[in-house]
């Protein structure tokens, strides 16, 4: 939300997200939330997406500390090919994703950056 307002204020300046944790997101709504941003930036977004470190963070979402890196990496996954384009078909240990195809599509060619924090 904070990206959108800033997208909204600006002109010129890249749009740029705190660090997502990965785990703590449906990898579809996460690439469709940047994937607008994006858009309403006119090609502006740079993505961030980390693994995490403290357990307070996936205790208030019931999420066991000990899944967060297979979590994350399918994220990454999922969200990297979303953001370039292609219809997303995924079987994982913790997501699964069928025939995901990501509307709007970002501006940027190539796709926004995805900056990983682990």
Known sequence: MTAMYMAARTNKIR???YIAL???YDPRRLAEEAAMVDVFSKGRLWFGLGLGYQQMDFDIYDIPMKR?????????QIVR???RGERVNFTGKRFRVKDFDLRPKPLQSPPPPVYLGA
């Open 15 to 17: 749009i740029g997200s």
């Open 22 to 24: 990965g785990a703590l």
């Open 68 to 76: 967060r890196v297979s979590m994350y990496e399918e994220v990454v």
């Open 81 to 83: 090919s979303a953001l």
